[in-house]
């Protein structure tokens, strides 16, 4: 266990953390606490719960999975992603049985740790985590339109196709005031950066937007009209429940486990990139978990890692879980001075914020980038869009996961036996005579979702200690979705460290993917060339100018 459960911050403390660092980490942590107010109340309003559980799964799990997470940076809480989960959650079982889930998903999480599962992430395909990941985008905007129409419908159905015709039914009963608050606050939340890029824009919206609701007496609906008060303290909380009844609560929970992980290695793998630091995924997966069995004692709900808070962390000079510490701190000092005050906040305020954060949790360019791609990696996409969009997010993960596991082994099939009319000779090379300052990273056989993660690691271990890189691609027959992200991640990290990447080797598919990515212009398309002779001689030719 103690091998398994490292947390950064203790491992931090031991070496030692500088007084400016603790500075720049309560600056930056305040301002996060600031940014996740709107979203912890916007996250849990949406999901068909109170506004006090989004403030209190931002304190309680934002504390534990920075104090006991595998990130420096990693910010936890309520997520867009589980919005749909929740409020379906909510509908069929109640609040004791979204408690009793998350419970379950936290002891799931716990498992996947001990379990060294940390890894897990890179079986999931990148159309896959795009596709769902757009789903969930689309089905959030959906259920704003309410709120942002200020419809006063009693009852939605849950299903999209059936949610859209009710809208469009009661379109004549539109309330224009609320249509204009949803458009100041999005207005608002997109341009306010332009001006100060200190405070975000969703908090000066509910700032701004309350204080004239308020004053003006708008005929709008507030937090107030649908929940009633906010609670300014947090009291512990049973759930009520029957140890028989326990096994219908296994799929909800193994669906938030599943996307809790996800969200969170993919939050902090994104956090690694931003400050060249490495997580520790098995220790980030079992924080996770104890946040999760505890928060819903208190009146939580599901917590993960949220990408945007976390990349809101790093920008703002933030290099240590005191930051997450902090963030969550600030959210209980505001709940417990301004929470009377927050129950002005109208509805329609919110529906701006989340349809703000629909959009960006779109992934449209990557989407758009995928369709221009393979037809396996668009079959995967599409699947697990339209499913989660239609059908359940859980199908639409498992469809996604079986789908492309099967295009892959279809893929292997058809390449069986053949090779690249432009592939290099297999003879064995002597790389002895290599100039020091040039490494050489060859990469044999597919690079497909399964390896990417791998084989990206590799190439900016290597690259990092040289000048110039030769990536040799003879043996390489298709390359997907997920590996020409990573690749493209990879390429921009090495390119920033002042790394020169050369490329040989590649067959005209695998060339024609590379540049329909912009990958063959990031690295320069005079470097990817046909031959490792020519490569190593243009690499060669690199150095020598760099040293005159």
């Not at 600056?27 to 940014?35: D, K, Q, T």
């Not at 009377?340 to 989340?354: E, F, Q, Y």
Request: charged share 15%; glycine share 8%.
């Amino acid at each position: 266990m103690n091998n398994i459960l490292q947390p950064k911050f203790f491992t931090l403390l031991k070496e030692g953390i500088s007084k400016e660092q603790i500075v720049s980490d309560v600056f930056a942590g305040i301002i996060v606490g600031i940014v996740a107010l709107p979203l912890a109340i916007a996250f849990a309003v949406a999901s068909g719960v109170s506004p006090e559980k989004g403030l209190v799964t931002a304190i309680i799990a934002g504390f534990i999975i920075s104090f006991l997470g595998g990130s420096r940076v990693q910010i936890g809480g309520p997520t867009g992603a589980f919005v749909v989960i929740i409020y379906a959650l909510v509908e069929q079982y109640g609040v004791d049985g979204l408690v009793i889930s998350t419970i379950m998903a936290g002891i799931i999480l716990i498992i996947f740790g001990l379990l060294k599962l940390g890894a897990l992430l890179r079986y999931f395909p990148h159309p896959l985590i795009v596709g769902f990941t757009s789903g969930i985008a689309v089905v959030i905007f959906s259920t704003q339109i309410k709120d942002a129409l200020g419809l006063t419908i009693k009852k939605l159905p849950s299903e999209f196709m059936e949610k859209w015709q009710v809208y469009l039914m009661h379109l004549s009963d539109t309330n224009f005031y609320a249509l204009a608050i949803t458009i100041v606050t999005i207005l608002i939340v997109v341009y306010s950066k332009y001006l100060t890029t200190k405070i975000p824009g969703s908090f000066i919206a509910i700032i701004a937007v309350t204080a004239i609701v308020a004053l003006a007496d708008l005929p709008v609906a507030t937090i107030e009209s649908f929940f009633g008060t906010i609670p300014s303290d947090i009291s512990f909380t049973l759930p009520k429940f029957e140890f028989s009844s326990l096994s219908m609560y296994i799929a909800p929970a193994l669906t938030i486990a599943l996307l809790g992980g996800i969200e969170s290695l993919l939050s902090a793998v994104v956090a690694d990139g931003m400050i060249g630091s490495s997580h520790r995924s098995n220790t980030e997966l079992i924080s996770q978990g104890i946040a999760n069995i505890v928060t819903p004692f208190f009146g939580g709900i599901p917590a993960t890692g949220a990408i945007a808070r976390t990349a809101t962390n790093v920008k703002n000079g933030g290099r240590t879980p005191i930051a997450g510490m902090v963030h969550a701190l600030t959210l209980f000092l505001i709940m417990i001075l301004f929470a009377d005050l927050a129950k002005l906040i109208p509805m329609a305020c919110l529906a701006g914020i989340l349809i703000v954060v629909s959009y960006n949790m779109s992934e449209w360019r990557s989407f758009m980038s995928i369709l221009r791609g393979s037809p396996f990696d668009i079959a995967v996409l599409l699947s697990t869009f339209f499913l989660t969009v239609l059908v359940d997010l859980t199908i639409a993960i498992e469809v996604g996961v079986v789908l492309a596991s099967l295009l892959f082994m279809k893929r292997m099939a058809d390449i069986g036996g053949m090779v690249s009319e432009n592939a290099e000779s297999d003879e064995m090379e002597n790389y002895s005579d290599i100039p020091e300052g040039i490494a050489i990273y060859e990469i044999g056989g597919p690079l497909f979702f399964a390896s990417a993660k791998q084989y990206a690691e590799t190439i900016k271990n290597i690259g990092f200690s040289n000048k110039i890189l030769i990536i040799r691609m003879r043996h390489v027959p298709f390359i997907d979705s997920t590996a020409l992200h990573n690749l493209e991640e990879t390429v921009k990290t090495l390119k920033n460290a002042g790394v020169t990447i050369v490329m040989s080797g590649t067959n005209d598919k695998v060339y024609k993917d590379l540049k329909q990515h912009h990958i063959v212009s990031l690295i320069g398309e005079e470097h990817i060339l046909k031959s490792f002779e020519k490569a190593l001689i243009h690499a060669k030719n690199i150095l020598d100018f760099e040293k005159n």
